[in-house]
C-alpha cells in the first residue's frame, strides 16, 4: 500500500475509539433525560392531593342535589342565568355513552379485536409467505423519498401508540 491510499482510509473511517465514545455520550445524554423526565413526573404526582382538590372543587354536594342539577330543577342551590332557556348543567348523552360502553363495546370490541387477529393468523398459516418467482438480484429500487418514508413511519408509530393507549383507557 502506498501512503497515498492508507491517508485516504484513514481520513474515510473515523477510529473506532472516537464512535464508540459518541455512542456513550448519545445513551447517556438520552439515559440523563429519561432519568430527569421521571423525576419531574413524580414531582407532578407529589404535589396533587385530590382531598384538597374535592374540597375546594365542590364542596359539600349531596346526591339529592346532583339529582335536582340533572333534572334541570331550578332552587336555592342552583339558578340558572340564562332568560327562558333549558340549560342544563349535565349532558345526558355522556350517560348514554356509558351505558353503550358498558355493555356493548367492553365486551364485543374485545372479540372483534382478537377475532380479527385470529383471521389475521388464520389466513397467514393457510396461504403462507408470498415467495418471489425469481432469485433477488441486488438491485434496489427508489420507490419513495426519504421525506415521504419517515412521514409514513411516524404516522404509522403514532397510529400504534393511539390504538395501545385507547384500548389501555377501554378495557384498563
Not at 439515559?31 to 423526565?37: G, I
Not at 348523552?93 to 387477529?117: C, D, F, I, K
Not at 393511539?162 to 383507557?169: I, P, S
Request: hydrophobic residues 45%; charged residues 15%.
Amino acid at each position: 500500500m502506498t501512503t497515498m491510499t492508507m491517508t485516504s482510509q484513514m481520513l474515510a473511517r473515523p477510529p473506532l475509539l472516537k464512535e464508540c465514545f459518541q455512542r456513550c455520550w448519545r445513551m447517556g445524554m438520552m439515559l440523563l433525560l429519561l432519568v430527569a423526565s421521571l423525576g419531574m413526573a413524580q414531582l407532578a404526582v407529589a404535589q396533587a392531593d385530590t382531598d384538597r382538590e374535592m374540597a375546594t372543587a365542590a364542596p359539600g354536594i349531596s346526591a339529592d342535589q346532583w339529582r335536582q342539577v340533572r333534572s334541570g330543577e331550578t332552587g336555592p342551590n342552583y339558578r340558572d342565568s340564562r332568560f327562558d332557556s333549558n340549560y342544563n348543567l349535565i349532558n345526558a348523552s355522556g350517560e348514554t355513552w356509558r351505558q353503550l360502553r358498558n355493555r356493548w363495546v367492553s365486551p364485543y370490541g374485545l372479540v372483534v379485536v382478537l377475532g380479527m387477529a385470529g383471521v389475521i393468523t388464520l389466513f397467514y398459516l393457510m396461504v403462507g409467505r408470498k415467495e418471489l418467482a425469481e432469485p433477488p438480484t441486488g438491485r434496489k429500487l427508489f420507490r419513495w423519498s426519504l421525506f415521504m418514508r419517515s412521514l409514513h413511519w411516524t404516522v404509522a408509530s403514532l397510529f400504534i401508540v393511539l390504538a395501545l393507549t385507547g384500548l389501555n383507557l377501554l378495557y384498563g
